[in-house]
């Protein structure tokens, strides 16, 4: 029983540059208000929430396992996105080309109503239709080790 098991992190350089652009942007309201020492508490909400989205992007990861039970994905450290399908739920299964910013509006996790998405970059995805026409894409860096282990174990059920 081989597992497929998956890790992606958000690391393209320009969403590193927007949000240390971002950051910096923020910040300009807190230094243009420290030499006339009129410092004020609200000139520290901007950068510190905008910071603290950075950092959140930096940590998040995608986590995708296909083994002998279905296909997981899950972004860490949310808890409230993650998803489990189990073969026997899955009317389709396979890997495919998608367009991410026409189909799903960019990278993330994204989608609404019946068709939802979970990647994080390119445009290769694993994708899942359910017996209930649910419509789920995992983003994947691996298209053929993703489709390799799809047939191992979709076709056993």
């Not at 510190?48 to 860490?76: D, H, P, Y």
């Not at 910013?101 to 609404?112: A, L, P, T």
Request: aromatic share 16%; net charge positive.
């Amino acid at each position: 029983m081989r597992v497929f098991k998956e890790t992606q992190r958000f690391r393209q350089w320009w969403l590193i540059l927007v949000m240390i652009v971002a950051v910096f942007a923020s910040a300009i309201p807190l230094f243009s208000s420290l030499p006339a020492q009129e410092f004020q508490f609200t000139s520290i909400i901007a950068p510190f929430f905008t910071l603290a989205i950075f950092v959140l992007i930096f940590i998040l990861r995608l986590e995708t396992k296909i083994n002998s039970k279905g296909i997981s994905a899950r972004f860490e450290p949310l808890p409230l996105f993650r998803r489990n399908y189990k073969w026997e739920d899955i009317e389709e299964c396979f890997v495919r080309s998608y367009a991410p910013v026409s189909e799903y509006g960019g990278w993330g996790i994204r989608g609404f109503g019946k068709a939802k998405a979970y990647n994080v970059s390119g445009n290769k995805g694993i994708q899942i239709i359910t017996k209930n026409k649910e419509r789920f894409l995992i983003g994947t860096e691996k298209p053929d080790q993703a489709r390799k282990a799809i047939l191992r174990n979709f076709k056993k059920v």
